[in-house]
């Protein structure tokens, strides 16, 4: 997208389009009432809000990728049923013993933070798995795991995780990195 289009100048300002709108959004979100006088009081409150306190425009480092993310979203729909299956079978079966468990380092293949970021939140939202620790420098993470005693199977489940997260949401660089 050109800069024109989202930041347009004002004033001699940039004032950044989908900032404003999501201060409207916000706007009228807090008065409670979509009318056009709370849509247009929001706007204009954005629009003045952006240019007297002017921010950087900033790169997140993450692109969505509709056909990548149509492809993972059902697969961490599938891995979030089978987790959590799995964990109410540790909790709730008749025979008392503690189920088998795991603390391994897995190694990543990016070095993006945003990316990095995304898998510890995508890997520690599934039932039964935790990111304990994350040493971006190292590209490692630290992984609690139940169900398992094989850190090759935990190192697996994590290099296939990241590729997809990368595939979905993944820079051009980000993705290049992982071949």
Known sequence: MKLNVIAPRIFGRRVPLPLVGWLALIWVLLWGDLSLGNVVAGLLAGA??????????????????????????????????????????????????????????????????????????????????????AYTGRKELVVHALGTTDAGAVQADVTRLETRVIAAFGTKADREELR
Not at 49 to 65: E, N, Q
Not at 99 to 109: K, S
């Open 48 to 133: 003045i809000i952006t240019w007297l306190i002017p921010l950087p425009l900033l790169d997140p480092g993450i692109r969505v990728r509709p056909p990548a993310l149509l492809a993972f979203l059902p697969r961490y729909a599938a891995d979030m049923a089978l987790s959590s299956v799995r964990v109410a079978w540790w909790a709730l079966r008749p025979v008392a013993c503690d189920p088998p468990v795991t603390l391994t380092t897995a190694t990543l293949r990016t070095s993006s933070e945003p990316m990095t970021t995304l898998i510890i939140v995508t890997l520690s939202s599934l039932p039964g798995s935790l990111v304990v620790e």
